[in-house]
Each structure stands twice: as C-alpha cells, then as structure tokens.
C-alpha cells in the first residue's frame, strides 16, 4: 500500500472520529438540557469568589433525563449566583450559565451506596444537578449560607 494512501485512511479515520465525538457530545448535552439552561440562566459577568474545577456530578431537566460527567464540569462561586461550566472537550458548544442565589435550592439526596445533594435550579421544570456528598458539602461550606438547604432528615 503506497504512504500517500495510508496517509489518507488515517487522516479519513480521524475525521469519522471527530464528527462522530462531535456528534455524541452535542446529542448528550442536548438530552440533559444544557441549552434550556442557558437560555433560562444567561452567563454574568461576575467574578468568581470560589472555583471548583474538575468536578463530577448528574446534570439533568428530570432524574430520567440526567447525564453523568466526570470531572469535567466547572463552578463558581460568585457573588449574585453560580456558574456552571463544561471543559471544552465535552461540551464543544455548551456555553456557561449563571444560576442566582434566590433560584438554587439544596436538598439530601442519599441513595443506597451513593449519597449526595440535589442541587435544584430555580423551578423544577428547569432541572438541576446531583452532586456526591464531599462535593456538596464543600460548596456549602463556601457558599457561606447562600444556598437555600433543604435537608431531609430535618
């Protein structure tokens, strides 16, 4: 087989992997409503106070239609609210959003061999995002009492 052929195979294979990663990244995003996300929170321009990189959790409109993303998503603590954000990698056209204080809401979401925190975004038609417990009791602990905490067991 001549080289320029070869050549040609893996730089085609590498398109179909990109198209196809393109593809699924935009498809996952789309089924876990990250763009009805943005259009209900735009982005502010606030400095972050607190930022949490590489973190994971379930982002979702409803608990059927919620994707995991391991560390790969971002927030900020910022004055007026938080910011969400996917790395670029995984969310090639997700854009940030801002979530305000008064529209977060967290409540104990403890599952067998799982335990964690819901974190409500505004009202429930605009989902939210379970988070483990270490993750939620960190951001609580930062966001200094902002975070409207429902706690199941009270």
């Known amino acids: 087989m001549p080289l320029s052929t070869l050549f040609l ?11 196809f990663w393109l593809l ?10 990250w763009p009805q996300l943005e259009k209900a929170f735009p982005d502010r321009d606030e400095r972050p ?12 409109m409803s608990a059927k239609r919620r994707i995991a993303l391991s560390a790969c998503l971002r927030y900020d603590i910022c004055p007026g609210g938080m910011r969400f954000m996917i ?12 979530v305000p204080w008064r529209a977060l809401e967290m409540r104990d979401d403890d599952k067998v061999l799982r ?31 902002r975070i409207k905490y429902n706690n199941a067991a009270d």
Request: aromatic content about 14%; cysteine-free.
């Open 49 to 60: 106070e607190v930022i949490f990189r590489m973190q994971s959790g379930m982002i979702g």
């Open 24 to 33: 699924v990244t935009t498809v996952l995003q789309r089924v876990a409503g």
């Open 87 to 98: 790395w670029r990698l995984f969310g090639p056209f997700a854009k940030p959003f801002f």
């Open 115 to 145: 335990n964690g925190a819901f974190l409500a975004f505004g009202k429930s038609e605009s989902g939210g995002m379970w988070m483990s417990g270490p993750a939620a009791v960190r951001l609580r602990d930062r966001a200094k009492g």
């Open 9 to 19: 195979l893996i730089g085609a294979a590498l398109l179909v992997f990109l198209l």
